[in-house]
Structures are given as C-alpha cells and as structure tokens.
C-alpha cells in the first residue's frame, strides 16, 4: 500500500503522540515515585519518538543516500548501477524518484551506448577514409612517380627520335651516295663493255692476222722441207755421179794396166786411160763440191726451218695468247654486262630506299609529334595528379581530424560506464 | 819410163810398177780364213779363183786402219797375191834411173828406191821382196 512521506509522518507523530498520552495514562499504575512520573512519560515519550524517528530517518535516508550515490555515479558517468531500494511495506515517493532515475540511466544508456557505437563508426569510418586516402596518396604518388617515368620516358623517346631522325638523314644521305656510286659504276661498267668490246674486236683482227702469218709462216716451213727433201735427191745423184766417177776412175786404171800390157801398141791406148781418169778426178771433185754445197745449204736449211718451227711455236703461244685475250675480253664484257645491270639495280633499288626513307623519315616526325603530345599529356597528368595529391592530403587531413574527433568524442563518452564492472 | 801405181801406206806414198798388177778390183765378196794370222785378210773369188788378200799396211808394220776399198790383184808371175793399201792414188810415170837409194834402206829390202815426182817422195817396193817377206812370214 502506497503511503506518502508527509502520511508517514503524520502517523509517527500520532503515534508519539499516543504513546505520551498512554505513558501518561499508565504511569500512575507503575508504581513510579511520582516525582518521575512527568519525567518518565516525557522519557518514554521520547524514547518512542525517538525510536519511530530513528526507524523512519533510516528508511528514508537509505533511500536517499541511494538514490543521492546512484545520482553522484551517474554524474560521474556510471550508468551501470540500476537502483535497487529496498521493498518496504509500503513505498513512498522514493520509489518514484528511482524509478524515474532508473528511467533517465536507462535513456542515457542507450544514448551513450548509440553514440559510442557512432563514434566508433565514425572512428572506423575516418580510419578507413584515413587508409583509403593514404593508399589514394600513395596510388596517386605512383601515379606521379610513374608519369615521371613515363615523362622521363617520353624525353629518351624524344631523344631516340632525334637521334633517329639524324641516323635516318645519315642513312638518306649515305643511300643517295651509295645510288650516285651505283650510277657512276654502271657508267664505269657501260664503258668497261665499250672497251672490252673494242679489244676483243681487236684482238679478232690480231687473232686473224696471227693466223694468216702463221698459215703463211706453216706453207713456208712446208716449202723449206720439200726443198730440203730436193736437196737430198741432188745429194743422191751426187752421189750416184761420184760413184759413176769412181767406177770411171777404176776402169781408167786398169785400161792403162791393160794398155801397159799391150806394150806399145797401147801406149795411145794409155792417154785416153790416162784423160778418162782426169775426167773422173774432176768429175768427182766438181762433186764433192756439190755435196759440200748442197751441205751447206742443207744446213741451212734446217737452220731456216727449225728457226721457222720456233717462229711457228711462238706464234701458236701468240696465238694461243691472243685467244687467251680474246676470251678474256669476252669474260670481261660478261661480267662488265652483270656489274652494270647489277648496278643499275642496285641504283633502281636506292631510288625504292630513297622513297621509303622520305617516308620513313614523314613517320619519324609524326612519332616525334605524337611524342611531344604524349610529353604535354603526361605533363597535364602530372598536374593533376599533383592536385589529387594535395586534396587527398588534404582529405587524409580532415580524415584524421576527424579520427581525432572521434577519438576525443569516445574520450568523452568512455566516462560513462554501462555495465558494472565485476 | 815405167807406169807405176800410187798409194799411200801410212802417211807415206809407195809406188808399185804396173807391170806386177793383174788388175784393180774393186769391193770384191772377202771370205775371212778361219784362224788367220798377221797379215792376211782373207780370201776372195778373182775369175773363179780363189786368192789370198794380204794387208800391206800391216804386213809392213804401218799404223792406221785405213783400207781403200780397191785392192790390187799381182800377177800371176806373184802368186795372184791381193793386196789392200791405204789408199789408191793413180799412175804416174817414173823414169826408175833417177831412183835414189833410201836412206833407210839398208833393212829394209822391200823398197827398191826413191823417186821424186812433183815434189812427192815415192817408195818404190820391190813385189820380189815383198813376196819374200810373205814367205818368210810362212803366210
């Protein structure tokens, strides 16, 4: 049953009351000198009030100090504690107090319990914005670092297009050397035909005139041995004369042995021996002379033909060399006709070179174009990147404020307590 | 005058009077004797004949090998003797009372005497003696 306070202590004070009056009433029956009968009554008077004071002050304070503990923990941040008054007999506006109070620590609870976990929230929030900006930081430093790459990248690019573009002109200019050598070297080849041409026609005509000498030269040989051969048939009939005279030179001895023998009937006999014999030493004298003669001539003969057969072999080498030559100079128009197409070709094909390096050299300047935009470009990159950099510096900044924030703010909220610590 | 052949025997000019020569033949077929000795030669058929061919050259120790290829046929009065010579010459006239004797002679009897004919010296031989000397060589 609900008894309010100010009841409460209507009821003790009727009680203290009531109880004086029937101390008062009982005394004279105690047997009480009466000299302590007013005392007494007063004493026990006061014992009771006392007594219901003492056991109202206590239950109310209790109460109070509990609530006022509860309250002083709370303002100390403690919302753990839940009040427990004791139950009595019959409750009083205490009980409301703590069950409002109850009510606030509760409310709060749940408030500090929401903003803790927000804080926390936003605390994991700002770390991962923290981190995601860092990492963006550091994409956006690779980023740079790597358009610094790339720019670094683009200049050795735009370098290597120079130099290749000087490379190129050298080329062009040693392709266009290499065509006017070409040029100058089918000429030299066009004349070397032209020359080799005229020698070989030359070397025809010597060709034919050693032939014609050489025929000549063969006939005369041909001629100097049937003379030869004539002169060995007038060696023959030399010989045969000799023989003839000797044969004479025999009968006319022994016609003057026959005609000595006939005594003087032969002595006339013995001068026409003796005539026939001188005609014989004669005869073979004037042979002996044509065998020398002829000898000699003989000898001359063989010396005419042998020099003849050497002019004959010399000329066959001549011949052979003019051949030789001939062959020569036809091998060298050949290959003076190959060197020529080889090098007009050689000229077509430098002209083609010419052509395509114009063209290669076109495309050169359009990579050297292309170069310089992608430089501006990763110049614009680099920019940009720069400015990324600096907001999402500064984004990590706030992120970390806000970090900080958030930390100060479960600061603040971790003073309150809402379970009981063991 | 007597007819008189010349021929050299060695480097010498030698006479021999006609009167002794059968005849002069020339290349005759030679028939060697089988063990033939000093100066003989050979034999050779003359007219169905057959005559020994004397070496004169070596029969009177004359050098060289020299052998004219007419050999000289003696009369029959010489035994038809053959003999070869260096080489044949021809027949002169000698007048045989200018014949000087030789100095050399006195050894040597072959050579009756010397003669002089356009400045040759001829020595003329004695075919007796010449003969003689083939006997005594018991040829």
């Given amino acids: 049953m609900r008894v309010e ?9 009727l009680v203290v009351v009531v109880s004086g009056v029937i101390v008062n009433l009982a005394v004279p029956y105690l047997q009480i000198p009466p000299e302590f009968q007013q005392f007494f009554s007063v004493a026990c008077a006061l014992v009771v009030g006392l007594i219901i004071g003492a056991v109202f002050s206590r239950a109310f304070a209790a109460n109070i100090r509990r609530l006022t503990s509860v309250g002083d ?43 803790r976990g927000i804080a926390f929230k936003v605390a994991g929030s700002a770390q991962n914005l923290s981190s995601t900006s860092q990492e963006v930081s550091a994409s956006a430093q690779e980023v740079a670092h790597t358009v610094n790459q790339i720019n670094r990248g683009a200049e050795t690019q735009a370098e ?30 066009h004349q070397t035909v032209d020359t080799a041409r005229s020698g070989s026609e030359l070397a025809g005509a010597s060709l034919d005139s ?23 048939r007038i060696s023959k009939f030399v010989e045969v004369i000799n023989g003839v005279a000797q044969k004479t030179n025999l009968l006319a001895l022994n016609a003057t042995i026959e005609a000595a023998r006939a005594g003087e009937y032969g002595r006339g006999f013995t001068v026409v021996a003796e005539e026939i014999r001188k005609l014989a030493d004669s005869t073979t004298i004037s ?34 060399a003019v051949d030789r030559t001939n062959h020569a100079f036809s091998q060298i128009t050949q290959n003076a006709e190959v060197t020529r197409s080889k090098a007009t070709n050689i000229a077509e094909l430098t002209a083609q070179q010419i052509s395509s390096a114009e063209q290669i050299t076109r495309a050169i300047d359009e990579i050297d174009k292309v170069v310089s935009d992608n430089a501006a470009a990763t110049e614009q990159v680099s920019a ?11 984004l990590a900044l706030s992120a970390q404020n806000l970090s900080t924030m958030s930390e100060s703010m479960l600061q603040i909220v971790k003073r309150f307590k809402l379970v009981k610590e063991e | ?64 090998e020299k052998r004219d290829h007419r050999w000289v046929v003696l009369t029959p009065q010489f035994k038809s003797l053959v003999l070869t010579v260096g080489s044949i010459h021809r027949i002169v006239n000698l007048d045989l009372s200018e014949l000087q004797s030789s100095p050399s002679s006195a050894g040597v009897k072959v050579v009756r005497g010397v003669a002089n004919l356009d400045e040759m010296t001829i020595n003329l031989l004695d075919t007796n003696e010449v003969i003689e000397l083939l006997n005594n060589q018991s040829i």
């Avoid at chain 1, 306070?5 to 004070?13: A, H, P, Q, R, T």
Wanted: charged share 20%; proline share 2%; glycine share 8%.
């Fill in chain 1, 160 to 189: 290597m297009v120079e130099k290749s573009k000087r490379i190129f002109n050298d080329v062009a200019r040693s392709i266009n050397q290499v065509a006017t050598a070409a040029s100058k070297v089918a000429e030299s080849a």
């Fill in chain 1, 5 to 13: 306070i100010s009841y409460k202590f209507i009821v003790g004070f």
């Fill in chain 1, 287 to 320: 042979a002996n002379e044509i065998t020398a003669l002829v000898e000699g001539i003989r000898t001359e003969g063989h010396l005419v033909q042998s020099s003849m057969g050497q002019v004959i072999e010399e000329m066959e080498i001549g011949r052979e």
């Fill in chain 1, 210 to 232: 050693i032939r014609q000498v050489l025929a000549e030269a063969q006939s005369s040989s041909q001629q100097m041995f049937n003379f030869i051969g004539q002169l060995q």
């Fill in chain 1, 384 to 394: 940009t990147t720069q400015k990324q950099s600096a907001s999402m510096e500064g």
């Fill in chain 2, 1 to 64: 005058m007597t007819l008189t052949l010349l021929f050299t025997l060695g480097e010498d000019i030698y006479g021999l009077e006609i009167s002794a020569i059968q005849e002069i033949v020339e290349d005759p077929p030679l028939y060697y004797v089988p063990r033939a000795e000093g100066a003989l030669v050979g034999a050779i058929n003359f007219h169905s004949q057959v005559l020994a061919v004397i070496d004169l050259s070596a029969l009177l120790g004359f050098p060289g």
């Fill in chain 1, 73 to 115: 923990q709370i303002s100390q941040g403690n919302l753990s504690e839940t009040i427990q008054l004791k139950e009595g007999r019959f409750p009083d506006e205490t009980s409301d107090l703590a069950k409002s109070m109850n009510h606030i620590q509760e409310s709060l609870r749940a408030l500090v319990g929401d903003i």
